[in-house]
């Protein structure tokens, strides 16, 4: 793939989406590299250099997958472990998402832990399981309210990679830690494994988190000879917080959108799919304008709990208060044990 002709394509989108007051653009999953190893490229690149400034120049924040390479710092490493994958120095490649702020700074990069296939056959390695669980702070464009106050804008998200959101737990550990939206640079490719992810596991990942999943999936055929099937089935969709889907392409090229809300705004290779949702922002300046966040109404619960000790009265017994405490037995469940009058055998 020429990189060239992909940046051009990805400047073409940023504009478009500029153009039409678009906040956040998600790109397919490995659309920069190739969709290989052999076109990885590292964090650093002149390629990504380009997205940011494309990014900052229009004033749009972006997610792009790409095949990322191994940085030269982790390679030093790999070999003073004799790591057995860092052959004639090269370890493989990660499959990663490129996080960009919509002033064009970098934002955060995501390794792919997909926990159902195994990388090492296709060249690609896992990221840290930990590490990646962690959400990403996004600058979104300055908006202005009908006063003129010009606001900041920046708020949580968590990224996956298309397969990585089988596993539920990894999504809840990024809601659970902050992210206010899942966002999924995606490659599901035209069979009943992908679609039913598209299907049932998205949606249900949605509802359950109570959090807006956005995914990017691509479209292309597949020639043999005089005949085309499907690869890639496209179907790119924005899931609202109860998995009801705001916008959807089409499943193939040409096909016929599967819900009619969102904007569908046409681009020179492709087109945009847009929903409005609503995302409770970090900033001070956006929470002054009537934005609320999650975790101060967490704060405001863990305010009124009581938290003293129980402590004995003068003649060294609790407090009718307390009495009930003392006898609780718990059973590390969370729940009280309902055993009465048990006795220890001797």
């Known amino acids: 793939t020429n990189p060239m002709a992909v940046l051009t394509q990805m400047a073409d989108t940023l504009r478009v989406a500029s153009a039409h007051g678009v906040d956040v653009v998600l790109f397919p999953e490995l659309f920069l590299g190739g969709g290989s190893p052999d076109g990885a490229m590292d964090r650093e690149s002149y390629e990504l250099n380009i997205v940011g400034n494309m990014c900052g120049e229009l004033n ?33 490649a990660f499959n990663s998402i490129a996080a960009f702020h919509a002033d064009g700074s970098r934002a955060g990069n995501y390794r792919s832990v997909d926990f159902n296939n195994d990388y090492s056959g296709q060249g690609f390695r896992k990221g840290h399981t930990f590490v990646e669980a962690i959400p990403t702070l996004l600058i979104l464009p300055n908006k202005k309210t009908i006063s003129g106050q010009v606001v900041e804008r920046e708020v949580k998200v968590g ?73 890639f089935v496209g179907s790119s969709a924005i899931v609202s917080k109860d998995g009801s889907y705001l916008v959807c392409a089409p499943r193939g090229e040409g096909g016929d959108m599967p819900c009619d809300g969102g904007y569908l705004i046409p681009c020179d290779v492709g087109a945009l799919y847009a929903a409005d949702i609503h995302l409770a922002m970090n900033s001070p300046e956006a929470q002054a304008v009537g934005e609320s966040v999650p975790s101060d109404v967490i704060r405001k619960v863990v305010q009124q709990w009581d938290l003293s000790p129980c ?36």
């Open 60 to 92: 749009v924040a972006c997610l792009v997958g790409y095949s990322e390479s191994i940085h030269e710092n982790e390679l030093k490493l790999m070999k003073d472990a004799d790591d057995d994958d860092s052959v004639s120095g090269k370890g493989g």
């Open 159 to 231: 990224m996956l990679c298309g397969n990585d959101a089988l596993c539920p737990e990894h999504c809840r550990h990024l809601v659970r830690s902050g992210a206010r939206a899942i966002l999924a640079p995606a490659s599901f490719r035209n069979n009943e494994y992908d679609l039913r992810m598209i299907e049932c596991v998205i949606p249900t990942r949605a509802m359950e988190n109570e959090v807006p999943f956005l995914y990017a999936n691509p479209v292309q055929l597949q020639t043999d000879g005089n005949a085309s099937e499907l690869d």
């Open 311 to 346: 402590m004995p009265g003068d003649g060294g017994e609790l407090s009718n208060r307390h009495r009930g405490v003392e006898k609780r037995e718990g059973n590390g469940f969370g729940r009280e044990s309902r055993r009465k009058g048990a006795k220890a055998k001797k």
